[in-house]
Nanobody
Framework: QVQLVESGGGLVQPGGSLRLSCAASGFTFSTYAMSWFRQAPGKERELVASITTGGGITNSADSVKGRFTISRDNAKNTLYLQMNSLKPEDTAVYHC????????????????????WGQGTQVTVSS
């Protein structure tokens, strides 16, 4: 069965960095676009960054542009999110998600087009 397991979250001071990982199994990882979403308490889940199957196209929310970088290693079936210059407003539970369509051209911003989600990893940015 499909499994997505995030790791790497934690407590970090403003300006610090974290690297999130998402270990994927149960499907052919290299044939699906992947994304990171986040959800803060009392807020809707929002798209953070997306990456195509081969990693050639990435997309990120305006709020994280220039600070967060999404990447993937298809040989290791792993998705990453490098987060630099973290701000208190980045505090949230971060989830990786699998696109429902194999070999999609580009990436989707629609939550309903993602069919599997990880349990999430908590990121807290505070001094």
């Amino acid at each position: 069965q499909v499994q997505l397991v995030e790791s790497g979250g934690g407590l970090v001071q403003p300006g610090g960095s974290l690297r999130l990982s998402c270990a994927a199994s149960g499907f052919t990882f290299s044939t699906y676009a992947m994304s990171w979403f986040r959800q803060a308490p009392g807020k809707e889940r929002e798209l953070v960054a997306s990456i195509t199957t081969g990693g050639g196209i990435t997309n990120s929310a305006d709020s994280v542009k220039g600070r967060f970088t999404i990447s993937r290693d298809n040989a290791k079936n792993t998705l990453y999110l490098q987060m630099n210059s973290l701000k208190p407003e980045d505090t949230a539970v971060y989830h990786c998600a699998k696109d429902s369509t194999a070999w999609r051209l580009g990436v989707s911003r629609r939550l309903y087009e993602y069919d599997y989600w990880g349990q999430g990893t908590q990121v807290t940015v505070s001094s």
